[in-house]
């Protein structure tokens, strides 16, 4: 009976220090996690898994893996925001599947992401040709964000080009531009370097960008 009350005490912990970690890590749906995020997740389960499974072992032996799998999750999530080009190497980078209609074949190869995996996912939006699709989007969780030429009739997709203060320069490279014209766009909205900008945008031949400092909105037709 005492053997069932520490279980009962343990779970009821790990419950409290599981949502408590949860909160800590920040709110996110299971099909927001990163890859990294995911094994976080499952290694918290496995944790706690262990600490009620061996009730005759100190509950530091619980509680330690379980604060310090939290620590580290947050120190990678500073590093993602810090520092855009590891974040690419540790959660992966979204990429652009079909632009303006026209299958990307090498981003494909890149992702290990074959025709009918694309097939698979149209379906699943109840799309039946690809010819109906004007952008799609294969983002870091496998999930495919589609954007077809019926929703898309009166706006241009908004492609980043500028994301916290780093150029894509694959997406750069999409629309036909290049460093130089961003960078005479940016100076033209009173920036001195992509660095100041938190993330650029272009849609309609129209240079959106958000600020580091203020964060204020700023736009520009393209003459």
């Keep these: ?13 790990g ?13 996110r749906e299971i099909g927001q996690l990163s890859v990294f995020d995911f094994l976080i997740v499952l290694s918290i389960a496995d944790i706690m898994i262990i600490g009620i499974e061996n009730y005759d072992e100190s509950i530091w032996y619980f509680i330690a893996p379980l604060i310090t799998i939290v620590c580290l999750q947050k120190l990678v999530a500073f590093i993602d925001l810090r520092f855009p080009k590891i974040r690419d190497k540790i959660d992966g980078k979204e990429k652009m599947i079909i632009y ?14 074959n025709m009918n995996d694309l097939y698979t996912q149209l379906r699943s939006k109840d ?49 036909g531009k290049n460093k130089k014209w961003l960078k005479n766009e940016l100076k033209k909205q009173g920036m001195k370097s992509e660095k100041e900008v938190y993330g650029a945008t272009l849609s309609n031949n129209s240079l959106k960008i958000v600020k580091f400092k203020n964060q204020k909105v700023e736009n520009k037709n393209e003459k």
Excluded at 1 to 10: S, T, Y
Excluded at 15 to 27: C, P, Q
Excluded at 100 to 113: D, P
Excluded at 151 to 167: A, H, K, M, R
Aim: charged share 20%.
């Design 1 to 13: 009976m005492h053997n069932l009350f520490i279980i009962l005490f343990r779970t009821i912990l």
């Design 15 to 27: 419950y409290v220090l599981l949502t408590i970690s949860m909160k800590i890590m920040g709110k």
């Design 100 to 113: 303006k209609g026209v299958i990307q074949l090498k981003a494909m190869n890149e992702e290990k992401y």
């Design 127 to 175: 799309i039946r040709s690809i010819e109906e699709v004007e952008y799609a989007i294969l983002e870091t969780n496998g999930n495919l964000s589609v954007f077809t030429y019926e929703e898309n009739q009166d706006n241009t997709f908004p492609l980043p080009l500028i994301v916290s203060g780093q150029i894509d320069a694959e997406a750069l490279k999409l629309t």
